[in-house]
């Protein structure tokens, strides 16, 4: 997308297109699904949608299934709001991304749960050990009395 053109045609097709998943499909193997964004080509003949689907694999490709069956009636849709000479041919993409984000932020959130503790027992052991050497400085000191 590299002029403002097909940034505002971008724009339009994933509002149009994420209104009529939700307002005119009904498919129901079509649930749980989000627009992320819209990739149009520079000449406006093809778009790339970018979707997320919240669900097990086979949830998934269930939605994208009922997706590119309806792909036809989505594109009617866009044909109708969008003034433009040709209407971009759409496919649907699943794009990991929000998938990978979760992983991601999960795997964080267990090693900052475990380092607390780690560093709680390390300094546990450090507290112990300089307790254990000022002990034997003591015993030390007294004995030299």
Same mark, same amino acid.
Request: charged share 30%; aromatic share 4%.
């Given at each position: 997308?590299?002029?403002? #053109? &097909? !940034? $505002? *045609?971008?724009? =339009? ?8 998943? /939700? ?21 406006? #003949? &093809? !778009? $790339? *949608?970018?979707? =997320? ?8 490709? /269930? ?21 433009? #000479?040709?209407?971009? *041919? ?56």
């Amino acid at each position: 997308m590299s002029s403002r #053109r &097909t !940034a $505002k *045609v971008a724009s =339009s097709i994933r509002e149009i297109v994420s209104s009529t998943i /939700l307002f005119g499909l009904k498919d129901p193997r079509v649930k749980n699904v989000t627009v992320l964004g819209v990739e149009v080509a520079d000449d406006l #003949r &093809t !778009a $790339k *949608v970018y979707i =997320s689907v919240m669900g097990e694999p086979n949830v998934q490709a /269930l939605s994208m299934h009922g997706l590119n069956s309806a792909r036809g009636f989505i594109q009617s849709k866009v044909a109708d709001q969008l003034q433009i #000479r040709y209407t971009p *041919v759409l496919t649907f993409v699943l794009d990991q991304g929000v998938k990978k984000s979760i992983a991601a932020s999960e795997l964080l959130r267990d090693a900052l749960k475990d380092s607390p503790e780690d560093a709680s027992a390390e300094a546990d052991e450090e507290m112990e050990t300089e307790e254990a050497a000022d002990e034997e400085i003591e015993e030390s000191t007294d004995d030299d009395e």
